[in-house]
T-cell receptor, first 114, second 113 residues
């Protein structure tokens, strides 16, 4: 069974469209994250949710809206897509936070905006 | 803002050679993790170090956390082609318990047979 699964794996869309990426984890973790990896492979946190509550919002444009219906799911909706949004988006889950909290990543969604 | 500088960014070596990757910061981290990422996949956790001066070994990989918890190193002995991949260090923020990780830029390792 896949621990952290996200769909779709690839997403090609036109500028201005709205799209969603879904994420589910079966590890029983309380915390879920969205990370963005740019073309230079740099990974940066976007959001963190703990038990459906937003904990971290790293100055991401408000076109990006995460939604957590329950602690096993964290979806990412993006409005009015721009060329600069092209990147690989990773969902991850982890424990309750604290020292040494480890992140378990999904396989990523490669978003290409044309 | 806490930053992690990884070096080198690229490394191409022959099978059997040894190598060290460094991860440095001017900030203190509560923990330091190393991940390995293969093309088309998400990062996979290799190790977590928490205590200053801590050393952990994972087969041919040796991880060290600096005494001041500001830096870390990954040493691979007798590298093999299967070690090829992107190695990422990630620090846990020093003063929070959100689980937020700050990543270095990564080291792309290629081991040639």
């Amino acid at each position: 069974d896949t621990a952290v699964s996200q769909t779709p794996k690839y997403l090609v869309t036109q500028m201005g469209n709205d799209k969603s990426i879904k994420c589910e984890q079966n590890l029983g973790h309380d915390t879920m994250y969205w990370y963005k990896q740019d073309s230079k492979k740099f990974l940066k946190i976007m959001f963190s949710y703990n038990n459906k509550e937003l904990i971290i919002n790293e100055t991401v444009p408000n076109r990006f809206s995460p939604k957590s219906p329950d602690k096993a799911h964290l979806n990412l909706h993006i409005n009015s897509l721009e060329l600069g949004d092209s990147a690989v988006y990773f969902c991850a889950s982890g424990g309750t936070g604290g020292v040494g909290t480890e992140a378990f990543f999904g396989q990523g969604t490669r978003l290409t905006v044309v | 803002t806490q930053l992690l500088e990884q070096s080198p960014q690229f490394l191409s070596i022959q099978e059997g050679e040894n190598l060290t990757v460094y991860c440095n910061s001017s900030s203190v981290f509560s923990s330091l993790q190393w991940y390995r990422q293969e093309p088309g996949e998400g990062p996979v956790l290799l190790v977590t170090v928490v205590t200053g001066g801590e050393v952990k070994k994972l087969k041919r990989l040796t991880f060290q956390f600096g005494d001041a918890r500001k830096d870390s190193s990954l040493h691979i002995t007798a590298a093999q082609p299967g070690d090829t991949g992107l190695y990422l260090c990630a620090g846990g923020e020093g003063s929070s318990n959100t689980g937020k990780l700050i990543f270095g830029q990564g080291t792309t390792l290629q081991v040639k047979p």
